[in-house]
Nanobody
Framework: VQLQASGGGLVQAGGSLRLSCAAS????????AGWFRQAPGKEREFVAG????????AYEDSAKGRFTISRDNVKNTVYLQMNSLNPEDTAVYYC???????????????????WGQGTLVTVSS
């Protein structure tokens, strides 16, 4: 599976961005997907995840209420709508997918088998 993340950019605090992750190479609807981020000098962390059908989602605490993960299995794309952005959200955002479907969302990056190249989100104060 090849994953291509896009949608990053520079936004002011309080603004919004929508990230997209387009998948190709195999049936995307069989894969769980997630978004992770890595800020400068910090470890990569889980942001949000969604199961293969879109019926189950999970969020890191600071993302709850501000970010929404969704997917369109016809378009083979996963989205991350980010609202009320603040400078602490500045990071490279990576999309990832698993080899097998599950109704449980893992927050560990080692659970994900496929990774996109990352898209930079910069939030100015």
């Amino acid at each position: 599976v090849q994953l291509q993340a896009s949608g990053g950019g520079l936004v002011q605090a309080g603004g919004s961005l929508r990230l997209s992750c387009a998948a190709s190479g195999r049936t995307f609807s069989n894969l769980n997907a997630g978004w992770f981020r890595q800020a400068p000098g910090k470890e990569r962390e889980f942001v949000a995840g969604i199961n293969w059908s879109g019926s189950t989602t999970a969020y890191e605490d600071s993302a709850k209420g501000r970010f929404t993960i969704s997917r369109d299995n016809v378009k083979n794309t996963v989205y991350l709508q980010m609202n009320s952005l603040n400078p602490e959200d500045t990071a490279v955002y990576y999309c990832a997918a698993t080899k097998t479907p599950s109704n449980l969302i893992s927050k560990r990056d080692r659970s994900y088998d496929y990774w996109g190249q990352g898209t930079l989100v910069t939030v100015s104060s």
